[in-house]
């Protein structure tokens, strides 16, 4: 994460004039000025670089209205507005099958000040509990005929449909892993989220990794104090 830059007002995860590869909702930030995602020089010990991403849970207000939002980090592309509410297409082209992804982490875990509704898994979440962090990666065979993105981005989430949530059980995942952090980390933590596969034969399309500072920020619930950092990542095969 050594190369950003600004458009408009808004920060990207990526050189001027390079192919887009992350992404990040501060597309949609940007209508309540503020910004979810940007680079900092705050690396991990022994990096070989200067930045690393850091991700902060907001609530930002759009004409008196106010929304929670978590930082957020995403192979993908922002597919724009409908009101308020936000389109993010995931995934990037990939027939691979990585073992794990690695890298390094700090997480500062907030209490949880925002509820705007609370999923159905989690029918007991409330203000006051333990916001968490989330890595989650997952290869997969989407098509955006399907899933209503883009041939690069196949898969469409919109944050007012919950039927369009990320499924790392859905039909088209052939592998994917995950770490949920319920807790602060205690400085930098090395990472590995090892992948487990669903079939040794499919090959797959697109992969998506995603990074969020509160789990719940499709639902615009988590904790305005939650934050993390993410540098040094890399697939294991």
């Not at 916001?131 to 997952?138: H, K, R, T, V, W």
């Not at 981005?153 to 944050?159: G, K, Y």
């Not at 992969?207 to 939650?226: E, M, V």
Request: net charge negative.
């Amino acid at each position: 994460f050594e190369d950003w830059s600004t458009k408009d007002g808004c920060i990207y995860p990526y050189a001027e004039g390079a192919t887009p590869f992350w992404g990040t909702g501060n597309d949609g930030a940007k209508m309540a000025s503020t910004t979810l995602t940007e680079p900092v020089e705050q690396t991990r010990p022994g990096s070989v670089g200067s930045r690393a991403a850091l991700l902060q849970s907001k609530k930002a207000a759009v004409m008196g209205l106010g929304k929670f939002a978590a930082g957020n980090l995403f192979l993908g592309e922002f597919g724009g507005l409908v009101g308020l509410d936000g389109l993010v297409n995931f995934g990037r082209p990939c027939t691979a099958r990585p073992v794990a992804l690695h890298g390094w982490v700090k997480y500062n875990c907030g209490t949880i000040d925002e509820v705007g509704r609370v999923p159905a898994s989690r029918p007991d979440l409330k203000k006051g509990d333990n916001d968490e962090g989330q890595i989650l990666i997952a290869v997969g065979d989407w098509t955006a005929d399907e899933y209503g993105g883009t041939e690069s981005c196949p898969v469409t989430v919109n944050t007012k449909d919950e039927s369009t949530y990320f499924n790392k059980s859905g039909k088209n995942v052939i592998g994917s892993g995950e770490i949920i952090f319920s807790e602060s980390t205690d400085g930098w933590l090395e990472f590995t989220v090892p992948l487990e596969y669903v079939s040794t034969s499919r090959v797959p399309t697109h992969i998506i990794i995603i990074f969020s500072s509160s789990r719940f920020g499709d639902y615009f619930t988590g904790s305005t104090q939650s934050n993390m950092l993410v540098d040094d990542l890399e697939l294991i095969f």
